[in-house]
Structures are given as C-alpha cells and as structure tokens.
Nanobody
Framework: VQLVESGGGLVQPGGSLRLSCAAS????????MKWYRQAPGKERELVAL????????NYADSLKGRFTISRDNAKNTVYLQMNSLKPEDTAVYYC?????????WGQGTQVTVSS
C-alpha cells in the first residue's frame, strides 16, 4: 500500500497550488479520501474529504471557497486545489485513505506560503 503526495512547494500569498496523492496497492475506488495538514507546533487538522464515488465533499469551515478536493478513480489519484493561499496555510499536507476500520497515510508534502 502506498500513498504518494506531490505538488507542494513555495508559493506567494494569493497564489495557487494543486496537490496530488497517487495511490497504489489497494482498491482506491472503494475508499473515502481525506486531506489533512499539520503546521509547526500545531495538531494535525482535517482539510477536506471526498467519498469513494466523489459524490460527497466536505471542507473545514475556514477553507470553504478556497480549497477544492477532487478525485480520479481511473488514475487512483486524489487532488487538492488550493487558491488564494495565505501564510497560515503553511503546513505539511497529508492524504489519507479510509474504509471502515482500515486507513492509510501518505508521507506528506510541504506547502509554504511566503513572500
């Protein structure tokens, strides 16, 4: 089982990034997928989730309207489009696959928002 995040980096405030999480080793289309983030000195927090079919999407209240989660089950990949980025969005972003009592984490990708 493997989840590999990519797409992080350094971006200026107001900029955009699209994170990807490529899955392998399990039946991706059966799993709900979540994005979390963890800023230095803070607890890991849920950013967004998408159901296995993509029919349900939810976001942290503070991020609604700026972040969009999507998935492509044919490519075994989940995405997080992040717009209007702010310095407080700086964190390591992780994807997580969830199915009942099974869950898998990726290794994370760093996002830094700074001028």
């Amino acid at each position: 089982v493997q989840l590999v995040e990519s797409g992080g980096g350094l971006v200026q405030p107001g900029g955009s990034l699209r994170l990807s999480c490529a899955a392998s080793g399990f039946t991706f289309s059966s799993y709900d997928m979540k994005w979390y983030r963890q800023a230095p000195g803070k607890e890991r927090e849920l950013v967004a989730l998408i159901s296995s079919t993509g029919g349900t999407r939810n976001y942290a209240d503070s991020l609604k309207g700026r972040f969009t989660i999507s998935r492509d089950n044919a490519k075994n990949t989940v995405y997080l489009q992040m717009n209007s980025l702010k310095p407080e969005d700086t964190a390591v972003y992780y994807c997580k696959a969830v199915l009942i009592n099974r869950n898998y984490w990726g290794q994370g990708t760093q996002v830094t928002v700074s001028s």
